[in-house]
């Protein structure tokens, strides 16, 4: 997944975000309703999570170093951990808390139709979001299920604003049904249950997310898909007697560490073997362009010929 891709991601979702979450603060502030100020808290948090993973994807860019030789891919992973850390304190949390009050001590909402105008228009614009996210996701994995494809993206400037998306559409709905149940029924509690509910929401989506970026941060090998190419070019080599072994780690979203241990035929020379190396490695970047460090160890199967002795 490029950066480019990414960055075209945040900013449509940052750019909804925050028209969103300042028009709920003012619903919420207006109407009193409790599950709209929840849906507000949800935005902002969204908001600054954007903010974060833009953060991220310019601190993981900066050039290799002689104490980060590898580069700093990998920090991305490290502010969608802190993205996920905040949907659960900042979103989650807050927006439990505030309904077990509103239950305790449940206050009607004022004039509903304000909430119901804003959700509808929050709905329109997430979508909108939801479908930029959509698409990139399915560029990288386009046949695979959606769940699937969300623990296959290697990108979490993707795969964190799909799931964030996904999750307000979830809330926008809880709150809708909510407010309805609140003017149907002449019941507050209703509007309180509902700030509950999209609070469990984001507590599940924040841990998904953690999970998923956790995984990432220690060290998460190249897909499936990546590998199968990887030993489809090696097997078809015929200067190649057994790959021992073939070991990979993503270092960023687009850049995977390869390295394979080969057993190339006993006749070869150890300038053939050096033009192998060259050679393999330029077919298997050229196949896969994510692959940018490749390390090669020959290894021998064959017991090493014993000195000949003299008498």
Sequence with gaps: MKSG???????????GNLAIAATKFVASWWTGSSAMFSE????????????LLLFGLHRSARPATRKHPFGH???????????????FALGGAVSIYEGVIRLTAPEPIRDPWINFAVLGISFAIEAATLRVAWRELRQSQPAKPIMDALRGSKDPSIFSIFCEDAAALLGLGLAAVGLALDYALDEPRFDAAASIAIGLVLVLTAVFLARETLSLMTGES?????????SSVLDRDPRILKVEEI?????G?????LGISID?????????IEAAVWDLSARLREREPSIRRIFVRPVRRSPTPRAATTS
């Excluded at 945040?10 to 750019?15: D, K, M, P, T």
């Excluded at 920090?75 to 905040?86: D, G, P, S």
């Excluded at 190249?222 to 990887?230: C, D, F, I, K």
Aim: aromatic share 10%; proline share 2%.
């Design 5 to 15: 891709s990414s960055t075209v991601v945040i900013y449509a979702a940052l750019a």
């Design 40 to 51: 507000a808290l949800h935005s902002l948090v969204d908001t600054s999570n954007q903010g």
């Design 73 to 87: 891919g990998m920090e991305i992973y490290f502010w969608a951990f802190v993205v996920a850390l905040m949907i």
């Design 222 to 230: 190249a897909s499936s898909e990546v590998l199968e190419e990887v």
């Design 247 to 251: 070991l990979s780690m993503h270092l």
């Design 253 to 257: 979203p687009s850049d995977i560490l």
């Design 264 to 272: 190339f035929r006993d006749d070869m020379t150890s300038d053939d």
